[in-house]
């Protein structure tokens, strides 16, 4: 049974940074490339950023670029999101995903976390 399990979200200040954690099983880790989502109230839910099976590949939607990165331990099977200088619009249910193939879309995408909430208050 797959399972990706993700944490650390919550309310923070503008201007912080937060860190968020999926820990993943069930699937042989380093053979997929791993991505985060996230949905906002009234929005689609839109692509993050992504890391190759081994890391050596980023993708990053261009309003993350230069705040957010995406690091992953295979040896423990979590990938990160690694967020910083936080701003309202950054408010959202965060998704962590698994596949095959590095992608930005998220149909490329097999399997999904539940979601874990970050609030950016002013």
């Known amino acids: 049974q797959v399972q990706l399990v993700e944490s650390g979200g919550g309310l923070v200040p503008a201007g912080v940074s937060l860190t968020l954690s999926c820990a993943v099983s069930?699937?042989?880790?380093?053979?997929?490339?791993m991505g985060w989502f996230r949905h906002a109230p009234g929005k689609e839910r839109e692509f993050v950023a992504a890391?190759?099976?081994?890391?050596?590949?980023?993708k990053n939607t261009d309003s993350v670029k230069g705040r957010f990165t995406i690091p992953r331990d295979n040896a423990r099977n979590t990938v990160y999101l690694r967020m910083n200088s936080l701003k309202l619009e950054d408010t959202a249910v965060y998704y962590c995903?698994?596949?095959?193939?590095?992608?930005?879309?998220?149909?490329?995408?097999?399997?999904w976390g539940q979601g874990t909430q970050v609030t950016v208050s002013s």
């Open positions: 995903a698994a596949a095959m193939s590095f992608a930005a879309r998220r149909e490329s995408y097999s399997y």
């Open positions: 069930g699937l042989t880790f380093s053979s997929y490339a």
């Open positions: 890391i190759s099976r081994s890391g050596g590949g980023i």
